[in-house]
T-cell receptor, first 113, second 116 residues
Framework: DVKVTQSSRYLVKRTGEKVFLECVQD?????MFWYRQDPGLGLRLIYF???????EKGDIPEGYSVSREKKERFSLILESASTNQTSMYLC????????????FGPGTRLTVT | AQKITQTQPGMFVQEKEAVTLDCTYD???????LFWYKQPSSGEMIFLIY??????QNATEGRYSLNFQKARKSANLVISASQLGDSAMYFC?????????????FGKGTTLSVSS
């Protein structure tokens, strides 16, 4: 079974802290993604990566950065957390094939106080 | 720009009935894929079904089928014989194959409630 794991299910951080969200996949997928999910807004793409050390901005990259040093790991970094970054964060991975489905991790519910 | 529209915030159905969840999309490309995902209250995203833009037959996976009408740019999900376990949020998504990168664009979702 494809497995995508995320470092935490729940996280509480203070405003201004640097926050790291880790995602690991075990299926040798080329592509990895970070989404943010908010009620009434669906899933919005923050960043994605199609290869090691490669990254592309999604629809809402402001306030976030990413790192992909190894193929299986994709990290989302909140440089200085703010309350408007309180959200559910979902990581996903997929093969590079056009019709390949994305496999999702369980999500991290981040609260910034 | 690509866009997915799900106009039904919530749908209610009784067990064993069929239900259709609407999805329309907007793209100027000819080559793309359409996906449906289910998100139960536990939060995990579960892939249900896929339809490629060049597929002539509507996709089916067990009780799920995708009613693909290319000219109308719609990709409705049909769930036959609803079960209580079908209660969840459902997301329609698409990927343009000619665009750089392969990220999915999601709609805002439809909450399905199945009652006994």
């Amino acid at each position: 079974d494809v497995k995508v794991t995320q470092s935490s299910r729940y996280l509480v951080k203070r405003t201004g802290e640097k926050v790291f969200l880790e995602c690991v996949q075990d299926m040798d997928h080329e592509n990895m993604f970070w989404y943010r999910q908010d009620p009434g807004l669906g899933l919005r793409l923050i960043y994605f990566s199609y290869d090691v050390k490669m990254k592309e901005k999604g629809d809402i990259p402001e306030g976030y950065s990413v790192s992909r040093e190894k193929k299986e790991r994709f990290s989302l970094i909140l440089e200085s957390a703010s309350t408007n970054q309180t959200s559910m964060y979902l990581c996903a991975s997929s093969h590079g094939l056009a019709g390949a489905e994305q496999y999702f991790g369980p999500g991290t519910r981040l609260t910034v106080t | 720009a690509q866009k997915i529209t799900q106009t039904q915030p919530g749908m209610f159905v009784q067990e064993k009935e069929a239900v259709t969840l609407d999805c329309t999309y907007d793209t100027s490309d000819q080559s793309y894929g359409l996906f449906w995902y289910k998100q139960p209250s536990s939060g995990e995203m579960i892939f249900l079904i896929y339809q490629g833009s060049y597929d002539e037959q509507n996709a089916t996976e067990g009780r799920y089928s995708l009613n693909f009408q290319k000219a109308r740019k719609s990709a409705n999900l049909v769930i036959s014989a609803s079960q209580l376990g079908d209660s969840a949020m459902y997301f329609c998504a698409m990927r343009d194959f000619n665009q750089a990168g392969t990220a999915l664009i999601f709609g805002k979702g439809t909450t399905l409630s199945v009652s006994s």
